[in-house]
């Protein structure tokens, strides 16, 4: 068993070592100035011998300090966004053309021309491919790295769970936050967004909104709706109540402070300091300016606001980069299904949908024209605040689309083809991994899985995707069960 | 050269160098190598495969010697072999160095290469393991330390000092730890197991560690039943003197909420605490035992074993389900009765509750590794797969007890929602690994014959609720236990093994014993902890029980479950929470499932349901429940509303202090101290709204540690 001493004494040759399990709870910690991620010592491991164990890791801190997974559910169309095929028959290429971005021969769908101006600054990803046309299976699948069953909807947790559980919390906020962490696709509603094996405490911290506020793109679907529309994303858990002020919270604390004298023999508990702990940090969110500022989109200038656009993607990707500048570890954009519109990327055009045809959605506020505005906003906005370079932004919806325009117009799940991309901190941008045949039906190169997407990531946040983790019964689990990290989006 | 090894197999063993069967196998398993998350694990790493933990040393001798065109090895010149390059970080190794000059394996391993890497069977086969002294040994400050010696027997008769080439491990490094060469340390108060492993075979051993005597002054509080007298017992032994009895108000808060689940109301409490009764305490656990909300809270903590949720068994099942439970605890049911009426359970879900035991449990694998922890309190699943790595099951036991569930069958009928849980009279279990069908298997019995009523099950849990059976009362007590001081004998409930042994073993066997010379009659369990001392035990602790959390030397402060927590809410404000489509008057303490989708409640840690371990239910905090606490709707609400509690008593002309006085009992069961009551008024004096001062007085209460907590 390491104790303090022997963990100094390994630090000096190790960046990254396995704790025991009791230090592995807690967030990072810094020994004599390096960081010392809380990866775990599997139940197996810690049987097998008495001495310490200090196990490097290979794959060494990670480049990536925070991680803003964008993560459109229900299956955003490729060849109308990221791989547009000019040369296909029509019935393929719709009525769409394609544009020059500005990276020389990479060309984008023209739903694009916001993000096809910052190209330079993204790795697009044509080779994303994998075995479910399923809306569950393929959204766990990209949610969690893993290739599950039916049954394990619920089981396997969120990658930002794992890096939750590996690196802990940061300033204040909670190691993993979904912003607005609303999407359940069903029937019936499912919450995918879940901690699984881990534990219920590693369930993102999703920031809620207002279910009942109007939605803007009902009725007239502008490009760009008025504010009076815009989605309220500070989190009911830390907006206080009308009649309760922050001098009140502060009277009420106090009044607490005295009750709790009568107990102060229980401190030493572990429980009791845990629970003491959450409460503290807890009023602190409550309290902390900066914290709750975080949450406060209104404060952006309105040039800032009109970049993103004032759109539910635009205020959520404006909220990720503010959580990311506060601090935020692992923030997810989760946009797909709406409480107010329905699937707003699953666009079979069935007749319940009410959809106009695809080509012509991809030109609304809320689809691609307003992803490419959102997207392309926060890469810039990232960009010139400095914080790119420590940020990985990762584009991840479960699928492509048919390939074929079906006769209602729209397009199906395709799970063999789909384009996502990568940003940010340790990527190679201004290239194109992977290719697609010329109906973009299946990858001609190698095909990278959500398994190697969840790899990379790993990777990029300085874990080992081959290590270990440990469950909520203290079981070892391996952080993914298969996939490689995809080398060449690596810078 | 590659004839060596094969002519060298005959001769003797000092000339082949050291056996791969006896000492380089155990030593790469010593050393890391073949465990679970290295080399061992079912695809190995980087190429590379051991078997977990050497459990199959022939296939380990093919990756050693003949996979990779036989690179791991170098006989000619050892030191360049990866065996050894890879372990001394000579060259680069995921795994780190395992291995440095000097070290007694590295040798092993040199000499096993220099003499040609036989792999040849050794003659004499190991028979088994003991250790060089006593079961127990006794560890002090002038006397921490202890060198164990592990002697291996083989079957010619001969036996070896193996330490060197032996896996050791504590069961609590708090309390001793032990290092490669079997050197024991007692590093803090305690009693905990040294387990050691060769080959396939086990040991262990129990260490105390306690300071020398330094309690004979102090004043030890008198026992009140066999409970505390082999509490003291072990107290006794690691020298911790037990906290005195808590107050008569800390009594009857915390009887209420362990036995029926919900805090007392402020009319009951005033009932308790004057009475001069010397029986009083004990009557009112019986009282409690005799209510409704006793079975019904008890056949909460049930259904979370069962997992009964309307995805597992249907919302009619669950209504069903839930009720058979309620009955079951209502009625007192002896718990082997109970234990065979869900084992044995067969029919229609819908007529036969206790059948969905097998509804829930979807096959024979799930039906074992269920079967095995809810009532054996044994993770049989990593069984499935290769033998535990310390403990006595082997993959052959899991697929022997596997053989008693195999016919289980399931089929639907017309009436929607139903299960019909029948047994086919043929069908065998193949073995894996072998391929060949296996005969169910029992413990100290061995293979079991079919016997000519065809129900197979019928012999196992004969076998389980048998009066000798070491598992059934043994696991059913020590979960009581833990549901009423807040932590098992065992913990966790359901990981009995020896290398992690009871903190009292004592404690439990008289328990157990009791339960099952009494007819499995729980009531009598909870009413003989109840009933003791150290149940009844203050939570403060003293200078001399320094960091006890194991051997209940005081009461063990806990965090209200969440179904608690909301209910004690509703109490305190007079507004309990109403679920959608359940009776009237239904509290989180009593639902039948979870699938009413309560954010409150999920946030404090209720279940889902999915699986039968007790784990399941969330005792951490976390930040969300801090939120839902101080700034939650659900609370804002009720504190704030016009049918509340603090309303009533602001708008009822009652003074300051009797609002306080009713405020206290109702969150806390006891007066507020004159300081606190001090404290409340200066606080409402300078609030310009009185009511608006009580709704805060209301937060702070019940954000209050003493409010969240049992204690």
Redesign the interface.
Known sequence: ?LDTKDLNASTET?SLVRL?PLLAQRDVLRVGGISVAATL???????????S????D?SGPGKAKSVIFLWMGGGVTHIDSFDPKPQAPSEVRGSLEDIATNVPGIRFCETLPKLASVTDKLAVLRSFSHDSDDHLLSQVYTLSGRRINRLQL??EPNIGSVVWRTHGPRSGL?GYIAVPGVTRPGPPPHNLFVGGWL???YAP?CLGGLPEQPDFSVGEKLYDPPAKYEEELRP??????P??SLS??S???A??D??????R??E?????Q??????Q???R??HTPEVRQAFEVGDEPSSVRENYGRTKIGGRCLTARRLVEAGARFVMVDYGYDPDYGNIWDNHNAPVQNHPPIQQMVFRGYHLAGMDRAFAALISDLSSRGLLETTLVVFVTEFGRTPTINKLGGRDHWGRAGSLFFAGAGIKTGQVVGQTDRTASRPLTRPYGPWDVAATIYHLMGINH???TAD??DR?R?ILDEGAIIRELLA | MWLIPCLLGHLNASDIGPSFFHEVVPLLSKIGCSSGACHGSPNGKNGFRLSLRGYDPVADAQSLTRDELGRRVNKISPDLSLLIQKPMMRVPHGGGQQLKNGDYGLEILRRWLRHGCSTAEPAAACVGIRFNCADSVMLSPTDASRRLEVWAKFSDGTERDVSKLAVFSSSDLGVVAVDGDGQVIGKGRGHAAISVRYLEFWRSLFVTYAPNGTTQQATWPNPMNQVDELVDRQLARLQVVPSGLCSDEQFVRRAYLDVIGLLPSTDEVQQFLPRTDPQKREKLIDELLKREEYAKFWALKWGDLLRVNSQQVGNAGVQKYARWLVDSFATNKPYDQFTRELLLAQGSTLTSPAANYYRTATDVNNATESTAQIFMGVRLECCKCHNHPMEKWTQNNYYGFAAFFNRVQRKTNRRSGDLVIWMADSGELNHPRTGRSVAPWLPGIGDVQDRSDGDRRAAFVDWLTAKNNEFLAAVEVNRIWSHLVGRGIVEPIDDFRDSNPPSNPELLAMLADDFRSHGFDRKRTIRLITNSRTYQSASQTSHQQPADEKYFSHYRSRLLTAEQLLDAIGSFTELPEHFRGLPEGTRATQLPSPDINSEFLEAFGQPKRETVCQCERMVEATLSQALQMANGKLVHDKLSSADGRIHRLVNGGTSDQQITHELYMAAYSRKPSERELQTIQIHISKQANRLIAFQDVGWALINSNEFLMQH
Do not use: W
């Not at chain 1, 030493?268 to 009791?272: A, N, P, V």
């Not at chain 1, 845990?274 to 409460?279: D, L, P, V």
């Open positions: 068993m190790t025991p010592i599997p139940q197996s491991c810690r049987l097998h011998a008495a001495g164990i200090g196990t490097v290979r619920f089981s909670p534990g219920s405490k911290y009911q858990s830390l907006s206080l109540s009649d309760v009140r919270l009277n009420r604390q009044l607490r005295a009750f709790d004298q009568a107990l023999t229980v030493r508990q572990d429980q009791f845990a629970a003491e702990a959450q409460f940090n807890g009023l969110l409550l081959e290590d270990f909520f019964q070892p391996p």
